[in-house]
């Protein structure tokens, strides 16, 4: 009997790792500016960095939060590239601010100028090391469609790469980003948690895809203001992307 029992022990050991399940994990850096160093200060973005990180944690413990005078240009770029460098071929990275923007880029807390912002080459070019499948950029920032634009050529086709990136932009290229004294988070990172959470999950099969929570995100965000507002989602990615799974 102890012979029988020393055998299943010994056949547990070897046969459960080939009965798991091998699945991506999810490497993520949020950033937050409310109080700049120089420019005109904003009231929600820091508390949007802060929830999406809570959201986050749920399925992940490789998250990175920066908020503040800590999300300079140096600090944002180099988290980015330790927490990526560190995804395998199978895991998802995603990289969320909210803040000001301008045309083609992001502004860090010590921006001044518009050549100390962050440009989508920049994000692109350290996106573009991490050997993750699945890339993810979600921007709560005024003009922050303009991040499709290649300041410095007039075609969009330099960004197609082999990367698969998904740009999940809060606004137009001409558009601002609303928040408000009244709500929590900015009106685009509002109705993003809420999809991510399980409210853009359409079919209810307990996945997120990249058609699902567009379409939830753009009726919430052009509702409620009035259409001032248009999310923008680009990138090459396919719309049965899963974006959140809570199987």
């Given at each position: 009997m102890k012979r029988l029992f020393i055998i299943i022990i010994i056949l547990c050991c070897v046969l459960s790792p080939l009965s798991s399940d091998a699945k991506e994990d999810i490497y993520v850096v949020a950033v937050g500016v409310s109080d700049y160093k120089t420019i005109a200060d904003l009231?929600?973005?820091?508390?949007?960095?802060?929830?999406?990180?809570?959201?986050?944690?749920?399925?992940?413990?490789?998250?990175?939060?920066?908020?503040?005078r800590y999300a300079t240009k140096e600090r944002i770029l180099k988290a980015l590239h330790d927490q990526f460098s560190r995804a395998d071929e199978d895991d998802m990275i995603v990289f969320s601010f909210s803040g000001h923007g301008y045309q083609g880029g992001i502004c860090p807390y010590d921006m001044s100028k518009q050549s100390d912002g962050i440009t989508y080459q920049?994000?692109?070019?350290?996106?573009?090391?991490?050997?993750?499948?699945?890339?993810?950029?979600?921007?709560?920032?005024?003009?922050?469609?303009?991040?499709?634009v290649d300041s410095r050529?007039?075609?969009?086709?330099s960004d197609n790469d082999d990367s698969?990136?998904?740009?999940?932009?809060?606004?137009?290229?001409?558009?601002?980003?609303?928040?408000?004294?009244?709500?929590?988070?900015?009106?685009?990172?509002?109705?993003?948690?809420?999809?991510?959470?399980?409210?853009?999950?359409?079919?209810?099969?307990?996945?997120?895809?990249a058609k699902e929570l567009f379409d939830f995100v753009h009726q919430g965000v052009v509702e409620k203001s009035e259409a001032k507002q248009h999310p923008v989602m680009w990138g090459n990615f396919d719309d049965t992307w899963v974006l959140m799974d809570w199987r």
């Amino acid at each position: 009997m102890k012979r029988l029992f020393i055998i299943i022990i010994i056949l547990c050991c070897v046969l459960s790792p080939l009965s798991s399940d091998a699945k991506e994990d999810i490497y993520v850096v949020a950033v937050g500016v409310s109080d700049y160093k120089t420019i005109a200060d904003l009231l929600l973005p820091e508390q949007d960095a802060k929830d999406i990180a809570e959201l986050y944690k749920t399925k992940t413990k490789h998250v990175i939060l920066i908020t503040g005078r800590y999300a300079t240009k140096e600090r944002i770029l180099k988290a980015l590239h330790d927490q990526f460098s560190r995804a395998d071929e199978d895991d998802m990275i995603v990289f969320s601010f909210s803040g000001h923007g301008y045309q083609g880029g992001i502004c860090p807390y010590d921006m001044s100028k518009q050549s100390d912002g962050i440009t989508y080459q920049e994000i692109r070019s350290v996106l573009k090391q991490s050997q993750a499948k699945t890339k993810i950029i979600f921007a709560d920032a005024c003009f922050s469609g303009g991040l499709r634009v290649d300041s410095r050529q007039n075609s969009h086709s330099s960004d197609n790469d082999d990367s698969n990136v998904l740009l999940f932009l809060s606004s137009r290229g001409g558009e601002s980003s609303i928040e408000s004294p009244f709500m929590v988070n900015g009106v685009f990172t509002t109705y993003l948690i809420r999809g991510l959470r399980g409210g853009a999950d359409d079919n209810l099969d307990r996945m997120i895809t990249a058609k699902e929570l567009f379409d939830f995100v753009h009726q919430g965000v052009v509702e409620k203001s009035e259409a001032k507002q248009h999310p923008v989602m680009w990138g090459n990615f396919d719309d049965t992307w899963v974006l959140m799974d809570w199987r």
